[in-house]
Nanobody, 125 residues
Framework: QVQVAESGGGLVQAGGSLRLSCTAF?????VGWFRQAPGKEREGVSC????????YYADSVRGRFTISRNNAKNTLYLEMNSLNADDTAMYYC?????????????????????WGQGTQVTVSS
């Protein structure tokens, strides 16, 4: 049975930092982070390759967020620095059953079939 579990969200002041974690169970690999704010479309924040050092970042987070993974723990991380009010959203982790998938290249939510429940990130100004 596939399960995708995120953690690490919370309330932080503008300029602060948070670290999100995502672990996948059931022969899937956590590949990317997506977010959705009220009234806005889901946005691909960052995705990562499980076979090389490939990463994708949305322009809005590049230079502030860092994605990484722990192969042994099958866990994905998102280190978020210099947070601002525009980063306030529900953050979701997406997973894929294929380890060498190339979906990280474009990091589009429509390509993923396994999702976590989400973790809320709220940045106060």
């Amino acid at each position: 049975q596939v399960q995708v579990a995120e953690s690490g969200g919370g309330l932080v002041q503008a300029g602060g930092s948070l670290r999100l974690s995502c672990t996948a169970f059931g022969s899937t690999f956590p590949v990317g982070w997506f977010r959705q704010a009220p009234g806005k479309e889901r946005e691909g924040v960052s995705c990562i390759s499980w076979t090389d050092d490939g990463t994708y970042y949305a322009d809005s987070v590049r230079g502030r967020f860092t994605i990484s993974r722990n192969n042994a723990k099958n866990t994905l991380y998102l280190e978020m620095n210099s947070l601002n009010a525009d980063d306030t959203a529900m953050y979701y982790c997406a997973a894929d059953p294929v380890r060498n998938n190339v979906k990280w290249h474009t990091c589009q939510g429509i390509d993923f079939g396994y999702w976590g429940q989400g973790t809320q990130v709220t940045v106060s100004s």
